[in-house]
């Protein structure tokens, strides 16, 4: 590399740093500074009604998974957080794996059709985005309730003389999220398929391979980037979820973010509410750790 | 010519009389504030109420806790009232500017939470009970086992407000136990009873007025007022008061210490004092306001409903919830954790 390329390059990653400056000050002054003051709270002591004392506490990250059982006073396993929190990976486990079922076909769909259609498709994929979250939740609620849509209709058609009870189970939260994150797994699966060659897959077939086998060993590998980044996409605010739970689980299951909001409310534990924040970002932090491993390794598979 | 100038200057005049007389932000519970009350007041005082909604105590106590939440007003119920004058979140009243402060109800003035009514005034008062639909379920309503012994008849069809004071001193009670106890056999009774029940229970939610009346539910814990607006809707709703003992709220208005529109929040507290604004207010949310001779200006339906007038034979069992100590409320909290797993 020559000095004046050196310099030009220098000059460039300058001018970058300059630019992002803004973006990452009010990344550091939005989001790392209100985390500190979290993190701070996780290590103090409860105030009598809500709030902290300022004094040092362990109790907010023991209290994660242990707990003083209130009536003999010795210490256990937090079955009630565990419990919480195995509900939460779960069925945001659950709502990953069918939006990629039902991601992947719709986003092979649009990467199939003439490029003047594709910008159609993919604009109608975007229409939910322009309702807010919460009416898109109980749109779903009037459609799966015990008097709601489906079940009047199936009903009326003599399919079924019992509503079916959703409404209020792990499997209502689980459709509605499902419902609300799909676009978030069709886009990242639609940019990598349409950057796959399909004459790879004539390749394939003129090699014998099976349609299986085509699907296995030349279509996945080669999206897998788009694969990891919508699972990414729709497995972190899954986990995070609060209005679908309250909304559709009708309150009586808690997830993650349930859980939080009830320290910082009526259970009067700010500490704890602070730590299992924290918590929870450590598991979506682990979790972006796996996907960036992951994806380094689909781009360069010679090493 | 002379008509319009006088028409102008008159228009000025009131104008910017009414941008003097500013804006006054009002913290309150959601769907407790009726549009009419706030349009009558901005129409004789010119001042722009804006309201911004909670839903339990805790949350708003952690708001103004906090700070910065720019509140003039805010209504904490019973319990809560002595925790915001302690915490030096709410101010000594100015008697002397509010004239209609003697409108108070004589039962309602020396109450043991706010001796004389120094710090807070009437807002509304009612008390929680048991809403359940009677052609779903025939039986006695005015009991606490509808929710906590549920009946064949009500199973995956009555929900709980996941109110943890209400609820869990409703069980405590049930289980033969006083409000706020600290006795931990009383407490693991009602842990047990509640954790027995709630498998039987459809949901854990507020709403509880639209899902009465749309059949999504056929029976609820719930407020006195919102059972009342739940049987217009849908006149299959009764309210029973659970013999076994239930809790009486009453839900005052306190000015915030660090209010920066003291004049409009007194202003507004002497407004619904007023007898017939104060009737305005339970016209909305259909409970009672504590406010003397607001009966004559009272909607028809609520002179004689017996969501509102309490029977005489259910009044012994109600009870006002004392504030909790910091160690019975932890004892609810870890109960409410385990139920809500």
Request: charged share 15%; proline share 5%; with cysteine.
């Amino acid at each position: 590399m020559s000095p004046a390329e050196q310099s030009q390059r220098r000059k460039s990653t300058r001018n970058g740093w300059l630019l992002s400056a803004p973006a990452l000050t009010l990344l550091f002054l939005a989001a790392s500074g209100p985390l500190l003051i979290v993190l701070v709270y996780s290590f103090l002591t409860p105030g009598q009604y809500g709030n902290v004392v300022w004094e040092f506490s362990l109790d907010g990250w023991v209290g994660i998974l242990f707990t003083r059982d209130i009536f003999d006073g010795t210490t256990n396993l937090a079955d009630a957080h565990l419990t919480i929190f195995w509900r939460s990976v779960k069925l945001s486990l659950m709502t990953t794996a069918l939006t990629f079922a039902l991601g992947f076909p719709t986003a092979w769909f649009i990467a199939t059709r003439p490029p003047a259609q594709r910008a159609m498709w993919l604009f109608l994929i975007t229409i939910p985005f322009w309702t807010n979250l919460l009416i898109r939740t109980f749109a779903i609620n009037e459609v799966i309730r015990n008097e709601g849509l489906m079940n009047t209709v199936l009903i009326g058609a003599g399919l079924i003389s019992e509503p079916i009870r959703i409404i209020n189970t792990d499997t209502a939260v689980f459709i509605g999220m499902a419902y609300v994150y799909l676009p978030l797994m069709v886009l990242p699966l639609f940019a990598a398929i349409d950057r796959f060659d399909m004459k790879l897959l004539e390749a394939g077939y003129d090699l014998y391979a099976s349609r299986l086998q085509v699907l296995r060993h030349v279509i996945l590998p080669i999206v897998k980037p788009g694969i990891i980044a919508g699972s990414i996409l729709v497995f972190v605010p899954s986990l995070g979820a609060y209005v679908t739970p309250r909304v559709l689980g009708g309150g009586k299951n808690m997830m993650i973010g349930n859980f939080i909001e009830l320290q910082f409310g009526q259970g009067r534990n700010w500490p704890l509410g602070a730590a299992l924040s924290m918590a929870l970002l450590l598991i979506v932090m682990a979790a972006l750790l796996i996907y960036v491993r992951a994806s380094t390794k689909g781009n360069n598979p010679h090493g | 010519m002379k008509c319009t100038l006088t028409a102008l200057a008159f228009l000025a005049a009131t104008t910017s009389l009414a941008q003097a007389e500013g804006v006054l932000n009002l913290y309150n519970w959601g769907n407790y504030t009726g549009p009419d009350l706030l349009a009558k007041f901005e129409a004789e005082t010119g001042i722009k109420v804006t309201v911004t909604d909670y839903d339990s105590n805790d949350t708003a106590l952690a708001k103004i806790e906090a700070g910065g939440h720019g509140f003039d007003l805010v209504v904490p119920s019973t319990n809560y009232v002595p925790i915001f004058v302690e915490k030096g979140l709410a101010v000594e009243l100015d008697l002397t500017k509010l004239p209609n402060h003697t409108n108070i109800a004589p039962e309602w003035m020396d109450v043991a939470w706010d001796q004389g009514r120094t710090h807070s005034i009437p807002w509304q008062w009612g008390s929680i009970g048991l809403s359940v639909n009677t052609a779903v379920y025939t039986g006695d309503i005015n009991t606490s086992s509808i929710f906590l012994d549920v009946p064949d008849e009500l199973k995956g069809k009555i929900n709980v407000v996941p109110e943890m004071t209400d609820v869990v001193n409703l069980a405590v009670m049930y289980v033969g136990g006083e409000p706020c106890t600290e006795d931990t056999e009383v407490l693991k009774k009602a842990r047990d009873v509640l954790l027995a029940a709630k498998p039987h229970w459809i949901s854990m939610d507020y709403g509880a007025t639209e899902k009465l009346s749309n059949n999504d539910w056929a029976a609820s814990v719930n407020w006195n007022g919102s059972s009342m607006r739940a049987r217009l809707a849908n006149d299959t709703v009764a309210h029973g008061y659970p013999k076994e003992g239930y809790p009486i709220f009453m839900d005052s208005v306190m000015l915030l210490a660090d209010a920066r529109n003291v004049d409009q929040a007194y202003t507004f507290m002497n407004f619904i004092m007023e007898p017939e604004n104060a009737a305005m207010i339970s016209a909305f949310a259909r409970y009672n306001n504590g406010i003397a001779g607001s009966d004559a200006f009272m909607p028809e339906d609520m002179k004689a409903a017996p969501e509102v007038v309490t029977p005489d034979e259910h009044k012994a069992a109600g009870t006002f919830l004392p504030t909790c100590s910091p160690t019975a409320q932890q004892y609810m909290a870890a109960i409410w954790t385990e139920l809500m797993k």
